[in-house]
């Protein structure tokens, strides 16, 4: 039986930890990282499942140029959508990429000044969305009050119950 003296523990201690950093390392270098439209595809996914609700004002739709990610790739051209929301007497402007959003809604049908649902995160109010795959807080108009029969406006008796009675 071969016993180890305490010089040797530390030694096999302090080899093992290095190999464990040195793989945590690799993988922190080698893993395969979500790209950006995977990353606004998840958080569209998370807001549109558990995101609040709150009334908004849609203010414009733009298209931006941006450089491409590298220097040789072209430049590219980015569909905004513009809206703005109050939530506890703070006002929001934010906005929201629409470009991989063009099967599902037309910016030729989003119209500046017309009224929209937003989705928030509540802890974190400014993360928001107007439009994902799942939900859309677009609305086709302004809405359509009911219309109700207006009494013949000299009687008003209907506005003082048990007077005007002869």
């Known amino acids: 039986m071969t016993h180890l003296n305490a010089n040797t523990w530390e030694t096999v201690s302090g080899v093992a930890a290095l190999a464990a950093l040195t793989g945590l390392a690799l993988w922190m270098v080698l893993r395969k990282r979500p790209s950006e439209e995977q990353l606004e595809r998840a958080r569209c996914q998370f807001l549109s499942q558990s995101g609040r609700l709150v009334d908004g004002m849609l203010l414009d739709i ?35 990429d629409i470009t991989q959003l ?23 109010p400014q993360n928001s969305i107007v439009v994902a795959e799942t939900w859309s807080g677009l609305r086709l108009g302004l809405p359509v009050l009911p219309v109700f029969e207006d009494p013949d406006p000299l009687d008003v008796t209907h506005l003082r119950p048990g007077r005007g009675e002869d």
């Open 62 to 96: 733009c298209d931006v140029e941006m450089p491409g990610h590298k220097k040789k790739d072209p430049p590219r051209t980015l569909t905004m959508l513009l809206y703005h929301y109050r939530i506890g007497g703070v006002d929001y402007e934010c906005s929201q």
């Open 102 to 124: 063009r099967e599902i809604l037309d910016p030729a049908q989003v119209r500046a000044g017309f009224p929209c649902t937003v989705r928030y995160q509540p802890g974190n």
